[in-house]
């Protein structure tokens, strides 16, 4: 079993969608969760964190479920510039770096 | 606005050619990270540093790559000899970490390198 997996997608969605991306995750130890973007042929950038009581950043919500260890993206209200692949990403403690998802392809269309 | 910058942006070459690349992580940062990715795979961590400490480089085949920290403004990814399979985007990362994973890391722009 992978580390952190995503359904790759794509997703094509309207504009004014609500879309949602799950991710799991293998190691029952991770102790940190993020979303990154990354928009075509650009560097991933940080969307936001995942916080065990989830969190909500404008049309973005994130949630964690430590118990079936998965991570959740939701986008209401899309836009054409949401368009981009999301990433999932988890961190352990100690010496473990973070570990990507592949990323799920997200395309909004007018 | 502190980036990370990489050079170069772009970088073809033969197969059996040596290839460098550079980043400058951003100035404070003291955690610098290099990843590859390619569509089949993801993104994949070959190395990483603290404090200009190699922590981890399990993810580098070492016969061929080299990765090093000469001072805190400048890591160093290095192929030699380069190959065809290793034609991919290399991206470096910074952070800033009061522990060993840092709460973000900020990317580079990448190295796009194709190895004919």
């Known amino acids: 079993r992978k580390e952190v997996e995503q359904d790759p997608g ?25 979303w990154y973007r990354q928009d075509c042929r650009k560097e ?40 981009a692949t999301y990433l999932c990403v988890v ?20 | ?21 550079r980043c400058q992580p951003i100035l404070g940062h003291n955690t610098v990270f290099w990843y590859r990715q390619t569509m089949m795979q993801g993104l994949e961590l070959l190395a990483y540093f603290r ?16 990765a090093e920290m000469p001072d805190a403004t400048l890591a160093t990814l290095k192929i030699q000899p380069s190959e065809p399979r290793d034609s991919a985007v290399y991206f470096c990362a910074s952070g800033l970490a009061p522990g060993l994973v840092p709460e973000t890391q900020y990317f580079g722009p990448g190295t796009r390198l194709l190895v004919l």
């Open chain 1, 44 to 83: 991933p950038k940080l969307l936001m964190s995942v916080y065990s009581s989830g969190n909500e950043d404008g049309r973005f919500t994130a949630q964690l479920n430590r118990a079936s260890q998965y991570i959740s993206l939701l986008i209401r209200d899309s836009k054409l510039s949401d368009s």
């Open chain 2, 51 to 66: 404090n200009r400490a190699p922590l981890d480089d399990s993810g580098m085949p070492k016969d061929r790559f080299s």
């Open chain 1, 91 to 110: 961190g352990g403690s100690g010496n473990t770096p973070l570990v990507f998802g592949k990323g799920t392809r997200l395309s909004v269309i007018a």
């Open chain 1, 10 to 34: 794509p997703f094509n969605v309207p504009e004014g969608a609500t879309v949602a991306f799950n991710c799991t995750y293998s190691n029952s130890a991770s102790q940190s969760f993020f």
């Open chain 2, 1 to 21: 606005d502190a980036r990370v910058t990489q050079t170069p942006r772009d970088k073809v070459t033969e197969m059996g050619q040596e290839v460098t690349m």
